[in-house]
């Protein structure tokens, strides 16, 4: 069992979009896993303790990736020169046959791991490939990291290359099966997750059996939605029978509800998606930087927040060239400000503490009570040394997490816990 | 005088904006501060030299900063919620004002150039503030750190506080006088520039005493330029018959043509501008993150190439948090692509070659025979060990340019020269 410890510092976490909560040298209780309070002074009855002094360093709760393609790590970076459907011709799919071969994919899946394992996110919603031993892997190394993850064995079986395509409806589910098999009771931090790639690439019949592994092992479930212009008509085309893309994959039972599910992107929802993506209790992944790159566009996040949807980030690796939160959360800020002045000026651009939300507790509260230091929640904190950062002039708690919002990187941090254990 | 030598390693640069030049494991010759030339082999005649081998490191050409505020690095990634009038009210001019003391420009200039020295730009032109010794502070300091610079004090006697308003044109153009006076013959590296903050923040008088300084000194010049909607419409207002923004300044002799001109910003000049600007050969200081933050908008960058005006870009310190141009370049890249989608599709994005010849030959041209290893180029050098950055399969030149682009901090810089002299 985990024993309890406190850890002293200058605090910093959200519970709702508009307040950041502060407290300088502060105390910081965690029991079995989770947070027991946040305190001024330390309360005598957790006197006995152990006590970490973080003093003069920021402790922040843990990142939140709603949305990262492992295997894309790989070519971050590169051939950013193409729009989505393009890029996946050109690029992804060639990239992410490789993982057919376990020795390739041990080295890069080992690169990846190291890079989350030293970054700020905590929590991370991963999609592995269509490969099964690959994908094991991937958990595996997740598992050793000490990360709480969720991983998808990707699933797809038409609209894609022959050397990615899955044989068949009927073969996809099974692998998905098997994989299901080998994952249980195999890891403690490492989730599958039901992984339809999307509706171009995933036949009615693979829908459907999908749909049936859903039910028997109540997953969660991560797709895309309305990423691209070009895209969404090709839905439009796919499934002449939906009102929306959106409505595809409810025709399924694939769209929320009693289904915890991620759809990343929204960045061209109309208003009937946005009504099932709040009726159904879908959390949307907003990937700032994927859409940048992939010229798709700027998701109206302040509607969403207006109508009350759940929403976190993605890095949508690699869509998006880095994995840090803290980074989505910059590029969440200034797209939006972008949005304001060029599109809708009725939609006020993000604050920092909003985007700080989304980044902790929006995209936590997939996995439950995750994402700020309030009594009862998972204990996922970030030591931060922002010394590198400073001013000549002092900066409050919040100049301070803007600082690291923009400017920080793996080197500010000094350590890193996740339900309650030091990971490094 | 300086001797020869010869560098090692995977070389990268630009001359035109769609071409790379690379030669893997090739050999850099520089004399006399200047490049000899690059070769696949080095000839016998240079086999006496000097030769550091920088093999599996790339070597590329200094990168150019054409906009960016010394005194504002101070408060980087602060208050970035407000728009430009507003935001230069709350938070730049208090935060200039501070400059007035010497001990508090000592502390901040130092952080200031240390973090420019240590980073990947090896020219700068740089606004200080109205005071005289914190900008000579700043130009002392900078001249230590081995890069080249300009560097202006600001003029400005009308719409702002007080404790940052020159008493008056004459004040404002004595102090200059004076400020010129104590530059001469006093750096090898550092340059004085003439710098009137903006129209708004200069009378008609001090912009006439500022061309009479002028043409004493042909000095160079900077200031901003059609930044903001709000800016625009004041300046109309404050200069009813000037045609455009542009032609404000050029009513005082201050804009291009003989006086070498750099104008920062440049988002909503219109086709008189424009017009202007070609024909003046003023330098555009395109700086996408600061417009980015400001909620100003995007540059049509891709019209201004298409049309030959000479673009360089900026970090814009601190309405961008980021001095380095690597980071403007990928912003630059990333902007252009929202620009395309959501206002001009007939303008297409910035492709990672032009924004790579835009943040070296494009702003370096400005001092010179800058930004590129061609024969006859002052010789600005960057060593990159990217080996961090490395993929789990081979990556060519180009493709490791992208990563250092979009990924590198200054982690990865190992070496830096300029001028021919290396500074670290």
Chains 1, 2 share one sequence.
Request: hydrophobic residues 40%; glycine residues 10%.
């Amino acid at each position: 069992m985990k024993s309890g410890f406190v850890l002293k510092g200058d605090i910093c976490y959200s519970r709702n979009p508009n307040v950041l909560h502060t407290r300088q040298d502060g105390y910081l209780v965690c029991e079995k896993g989770r947070v027991t309070g946040v305190f001024e002074q330390l309360p005598e009855r957790y006197g006995d303790l152990p006590l970490s002094d973080f003093g003069g360093k920021l402790i922040l709760p843990g990142l939140v990736d709603l949305h990262c393609h492992g295997p894309q790590f790989a070519f971050r970076g590169l051939g950013l020169d193409l729009e989505l459907l393009d890029w996946l011709e050109a690029h992804t799919f060639p990239n992410e046959a490789k993982y057919r071969q376990e020795a390739y994919a041990r080295t890069a899946y080992a690169m990846l791991v190291e890079e989350l394992r030293r970054g700020p996110n905590t929590r991370v919603c991963l999609f592995g490939t269509i490969h099964l031993p690959a994908t094991l892997l991937l958990m595996d190394l997740l598992e050793q990291s000490g990360l709480v993850t969720m991983v998808g064995k990707v699933n797809m079986d038409r609209n894609c290359p022959d050397i990615l395509r899955e044989e068949s409806a009927a073969a996809s589910a099974a692998d998905t099966r098997r994989w299901l098999k080998d994952c249980a009771g195999r890891y403690r931090n490492t989730r599958p997750i039901l992984t339809p790639r999307f509706i171009p690439a995933c036949s009615g019949e693979l829908m459907r059996e999908l749909g049936q592994i859903q039910r028997e092992y109540h997953l969660p479930l991560q797709s895309h939605l309305s990423e691209n212009p070009k895209e969404v008509a090709w839905v439009k085309e796919l499934c002449p029978q939906s009102s929306c893309y959106g409505d595809a994959y409810r025709a399924f039972g694939l769209f929320g509800a009693e289904v915890p599910t991620i759809m990343a992107h929204c960045v061209w929802s109309e208003e009937e998606e946005l009504s099932l993506l709040k009726e159904r209790g879908v959390w949307v992944a907003h990937c700032p930087q994927s859409n940048t790159n992939l010229s798709s566009g700027i998701a109206p996040v302040r509607r969403y927040l207006d109508r009350g949807l759940r929403v976190g980030l993605g890095s949508d690796v690699a869509g998006g060239c880095h994995t840090s939160i803290f980074r989505a959360m910059a590029d969440a800020i200034q797209v939006s400000k972008l949005r304001w002045r060029l599109v809708e000026d009725g939609e006020a651009p993000l604050s920092l503490e909003e985007a700080f939300y989304l980044g902790t507790v929006g995209g936590g509260s997939f996995f439950g009570k995750v994402g700020s230091f309030e009594p009862g929640w998972e204990m996922d904190a970030l030591i931060i040394d922002d010394a590198p950062l400073a001013a000549p002039f002092p900066l409050t708690i919040p100049q301070r997490l803007a600082r690291v919002v923009y400017l920080s990187d793996d080197r500010h941090i000094v350590a890193k816990y996740v339900g309650g254990s030091r990971i490094f």
